[in-house]
């Protein structure tokens, strides 16, 4: 671990002890807080709102409360958060990350609310799933409002113009995939006279093992657990099986093929759509929303037959008889409570009623979809539909929804079992692309291979995960690539369990048995 990164949890430590002192003793000499103020720190994918702005000034009119948000662009988000859960100024509310090893090591320390027996008096802030709950809970303590995600957004895109050019219908199977892939490398589907396509487009990722990478799909398609699961009695991590080697060693024959992008280790995941858009690649594994990003990107080049370029098909079974799918955590974030700003049960509750009032329809509609009749109407009853895209001032509306206030919404849309509006860009092609998202979600949860391991937190993998993170999946790409062999790739499994991994596996199964029944 790196001296800063030391310093860091040191500091959190140091900071997380204090403020439970305080808690206990009732505040001390804290400073007056303003109940008609809620302080919040939150990501921002775009550009940062003004305060005076049409979102947060709708907003405001709504709660009856000014809102002061502290905007971080995600890229510097876990380092500024580090930052501030070592400082004496955190807001009362931010966005986090439920597992971040600093803010674990702060919530455990009694840095933030443990809300676990506090939300039956709110309704609008009761889980809306027990599975998401449990996923995004510290050892099945809940330290913060979940933000709702899909349970499953896993998928194939496809060039749907390739597949009619070549000859072949949407792949349902492993080996469907591959022949696919195979046929946009070499039977020329852009129709250029050249060998200069590849079947299915892979980017540098930058999670670690176990992070929704195309490589994690792939394994779980191959029977391997999702991050961990279940063998012989234990919960194990899904490296450990022999599945994992199994679907490694069918990727690495892609790659070995030409079958994938060459430049796999190195392409930016910002720049993941373009070889696709270019015509360079014809297939992407990754979250479903990703089929409407790429109709945008054709829409929006002028090509009005954007409809017939894209397709999407779900998880791909191994066999006639055997398919795992994919699944996701159900959140993205939570919403947690600092209690060095909100001090007293009272200072909670009026944040909580704050955030209780955020979470009904017409709250999350606000934050999800925006202001309606301004740009979006409804339609069908579930539906927004946006309007004026053209408009500067709208756009700038739609863009404070889209980057910036969502970060607040806990409930989500229709589409993933929230309750605002699903938002359908305007145009026939996005309707159904959702229409078929709903029918390929529903038939993959079936066959969902969920995560065992993900309530509960080991304090070897908040100690050494930075160290030993990194171990598999690094090796994993080397394998790949060619850098080391299959012996090559064991060897760097087991330098992770010699580096404290059996001591991971250990304490994570200890956990699971501690969980509530």
Not at 431 to 443: G, M, N
């Amino acid at each position: 671990m790196s001296a800063p990164r030391r310093r860091l949890l040191v500091g959190v430590l140091t900071l997380t002890a204090a403020l439970t002192a305080s808690a206990c003793s009732g505040g001390g000499s804290a400073p007056q807080t303003d109940p008609n103020t809620i302080t919040f720190m939150s990501k921002l994918f775009g550009t940062a709102p003004e305060p005076t702005g049409e979102m947060q000034q709708a907003l405001e009119k709504f709660l009856g409360k000014k809102l002061k948000v502290t905007w971080v662009p995600n890229a510097e988000y876990s380092e500024k958060m580090n930052v501030t859960l070592a400082s004496d100024n955190i807001p009362q509310v931010v966005v986090v990350d439920p597992h971040m090893p600093a803010f674990v090591k702060a919530a455990q320390a009694g840095a933030f609310w443990d809300l676990t027996d506090k939300l039956d008096k709110y309704p609008n802030l009761k889980p809306a799933d027990a599975q998401s709950a449990l996923n995004s809970s510290i050892n099945g303590r809940t330290y913060g409002l979940y933000r709702m995600r899909p349970l499953l957004r896993s998928a194939v895109v496809i060039r749907k113009d390739w597949l009619k050019k070549v000859g072949l219908e949407e792949p349902k199977t492993i080996e469907d995939f591959y022949q696919v892939a195979k046929a946009f490398t070499e039977k020329d589907p852009d129709g250029n006279g050249k060998k200069d396509t590849y079947g299915l487009i892979i980017p540098k990722w930058p999670g670690d093992y176990a992070s929704a990478s195309p490589y994690d799909v792939i394994e779980t398609w191959f029977g391997a657990p999702t991050g961990w699961g279940e063998r012989d009695g234990k919960v194990v991590p899904g490296f450990d099986t022999p599945e994992f080697v199994e679907a490694n060693k069918w990727l690495k024959k892609m790659v070995d093929e030409g079958l994938v992008n060459p430049d796999f280790a190195t392409l930016d995941s910002a720049k993941w759509n373009e070889p696709f858009f270019h015509g360079r690649g014809g297939m992407i594994i990754d979250v479903n929303i990703r089929s409407r990003q790429l109709f945008d990107l054709y829409r929006e080049s002028g090509d009005k037959d954007y409809g017939d370029k894209v397709t999407m098909v779900g998880n791909m079974a191994k066999s006639d008889t055997e398919k795992f799918s994919y699944p996701f955590t159900g959140y993205a974030d939570s919403l947690a409570i600092s209690k060095q700003s909100v001090r007293t049960d009272a200072d909670l509750d009026n944040v909580l009623k704050t955030l209780d009032k955020l979470a009904t329809k017409e709250g999350q509609i606000l934050l999800q979809n925006g202001i309606e009749g301004r740009n979006f109407e409804v339609e069908n009853g579930d539906t927004a539909a946006l309007i004026n895209e053209d408009d500067p001032a709208v756009k700038t509306v739609q863009d404070n929804v889209d980057d910036a206030f969502v970060q607040f919404g806990t409930k989500g849309t229709v589409d993933i079992g929230g309750i605002a509006y699903q938002r359908v860009p305007s145009g026939q092609p996005y309707r159904d692309i959702l229409d078929l998202q709903k029918k390929l979600v529903e038939e993959d949860l079936k066959t969902a291979v969920h995560n065992l391991a993900l309530p509960v937190i080991s304090a070897t993998q908040i100690e050494k995960g930075a160290q030993i993170d990194k171990i598999v999946s690094d090796a994993r790409v080397k394998f790949l690539s060619g850098a080391i062999d299959e012996e090559g790739l064991k060897a760097e499994i087991k330098r992770w369990h010699d580096s404290g991994g059996d001591q991971v596996i250990k304490e994570i199964n200890e956990g699971l048995a501690k969980l509530p029944k």
